[in-house]
């Protein structure tokens, strides 16, 4: 981490980035509140107090008390928490005294068996028995996800349209319309993953509690809150987890999403309304999914040691690799499709592995896994003067769709950090500059737009409830994947930067 420029100073936030140079301005100015650059991109800024008042809870004291009959509160006891609080609830209703004894001893051996199973279960996959919220936060690729008043963040690929998922279990579309849709339903609880449908502007599936909640909005409505009629909801077929990572997949219309808790792989296709799964695709649960730029690929990683690439044609087959230490945090395809970079959860370093040009064959993969970056925590001066603690274990890692640059998000440290990469004639990371938050403004979420014209677009979701949009402009330059990029029709300047330090396979 040493090897990055000085972060700005503390009353200072990045205005863009071009050519490696970072810009850097007063955070109280206008150019702080509305970036010049990016006059027609939403304005994004929710707090915790705003969110408060449009609650779940704060909205049931305005409402009378209405209480259901004995009957449905255990059908739906069954439908959204299986059968032990089905028995629970069962349990409930025997406390009046008018069911026989012996029908409430059955339904107490019952429970204590199941519970008793749960526990023996849960000890061989221990990450079970933490708490929903704590679960949710350990495997999240967004930053103190309980704490935080912003869940996640997804951008559409094809159009100016980001998604943002609050912590009251809302989902607000930001685009180029005045009005902003809310998207909200009693099964959208605890959201943990968002994403967007390739070809189409208006479907984008949001994960939560044991099923994906897949919205189809009508892009002629003026609605500012879509009704239900625009929702299909999709159960997973074997475990009511948290979903924290769900998946289209670019080139059709299947949506690859799992649990947190079962290690089965449900893919949902959209074409023929149907639902397929794939059995012990993760060890103890799956946590990230994503399917590589050409649609051929998918990656699943697991609470456990071990992650799987699957290839779905002409037949399923997967090949399964294994991080340095701990699980895999957090993964990412590169736009050329043969390369992955991704960082565990133990070791503070980002490892890459490459993928050979022999459709069909995982042979070409390197055996293990090589480091290409040391993100060890650090301490660096600012231009102002104040130390800044840097790096440290990887939060999430997000890659532009131009290949360009890779984004660096820290569990523990406050700053993102940004590399130039390069792939030929190996796999390079070079250091390119920090974006760094205070004591009470830190960033919790980091998401590219792949559709930016002009190089990258960056977007940081910080806890404070806003979302900063930081364009990363290229010159004209030919990428890997044969992209070409324009300059943009204007004069840039930024400061200087150190010698960066390279980090290659060799």
């Known amino acids: 981490m040493h090897a990055f420029p000085k972060p700005g ?28 650059y990016l006059t027609d991109y939403p304005e994004i800024s929710l707090s915790k107090e705003a969110l408060k008042g449009s609650s779940r809870d704060s909205l049931q004291s ?60 849960r000890s061989l996959s221990p990450h079970k028995m933490l708490p929903l919220d704590m679960m949710i936060s350990t495997f999240s690729t967004t930053k103190d996800w309980s704490s935080s008043c912003i869940r996640c963040i997804a951008w559409h690929p094809q159009c100016k349209k980001i998604a943002v998922g609050f912590s ?23 959201i943990g993953a968002i994403a967007w449908r390739y070809n189409s502007s208006c479907d984008v599936a949001i994960g939560c509690q044991g099923c994906v909640l897949l919205w189809r909005l009508d892009p002629n409505t003026v609605a500012a809150k879509p009704s239900s009629s625009f929702l299909t909801v999709i159960n997973h077929p074997a475990s009511t987890g948290p979903i924290v990572s769900l998946s289209w997949n670019p080139k059709t219309d299947q949506l690859a999403f799992g649990t947190c808790t079962d290690s089965t792989l449900a893919v949902w296709d959209t074409q023929s309304e149907k639902e397929f799964s794939v059995p012990a695709a993760g060890s103890g649960g799956i ?50 499709n043969q390369h992955m970079i991704f ?28 480091v290409i970056a040391d993100t060890a925590e650090a301490a660096l001066q600012g231009q102002s003067g104040d130390e800044f603690r840097v790096g440290g274990l990887v939060q999430s890692i997000v890659w532009s769709r131009n290949g360009d640059r890779l984004a660096v998000l820290f569990k523990e440290t406050k700053c993102v950090a940004i590399y130039k990469v390069k792939t030929k004639p190996v796999l390079l990371l ?49 990428y890997y994947d044969g992209l070409s990029i324009e300059s943009p029709p204007f004069n840039l300047y930024g400061s200087s930067i150190l010698s960066p330090k390279l980090y290659s396979q060799s």
């Open 168 to 190: 009251d279990d809302s989902v607000r579309i930001y685009g180029l319309q005045y009005i902003v849709p809310m998207l909200k339903h009693r099964r959208q609880k605890n």
């Open 9 to 36: 100073g503390p009353n200072t936030i990045v205005l863009y980035e071009k050519d490696g140079y970072f810009t850097h301005v007063p955070s109280g100015s206008l150019e702080a509140t509305r970036n010049p």
């Open 287 to 336: 946590t990230q999914l994503h399917w590589s730029w050409d649609g051929q690929k998918l990656v699943s990683t697991s609470p456990l040691l071990p992650f799987r690439i699957f290839e779905f044609e002409p037949i399923l087959k997967s090949a399964k690799f294994c991080a340095e230490a701990g699980r895999v945090q957090s993964i990412a395809w590169s736009p050329c």
């Open 430 to 478: 070079e250091p390119l500059g920090l974006i760094c938050g205070s004591d009470d403004c830190y960033p919790v979420a980091v998401s590219f737009q792949p559709s930016f014209e002009n190089g990258s677009l960056l977007s940081v979701a910080w806890s404070v409830g806003k979302v900063q949009h930081i364009p990363m402009f290229a010159s004209k330059e030919k």
């Open 343 to 370: 960082a565990d959860s133990e070791n503070p370093r980002l490892f890459g592995l490459s993928f050979g040009k022999i459709e069909g064959s995982f042979r070409n993969f390197a055996t293990n896994p090589l």
């Open 62 to 121: 305005v409402f009378l008390v209405h209480h259901d009959s004995t009957l449905k509160n255990i059908l739906v006891a069954w439908r959204e928490g299986g059968i032990v609080q089905f028995l629970e609830e069962a349990l409930k209703a025997t406390e009046g005294g008018k069911t026989p004894p012996a029908v409430t001893t059955i339904l107490n051996a019952t429970l204590s068996l199941l519970r008793w199973s749960q526990s023996v279960y």
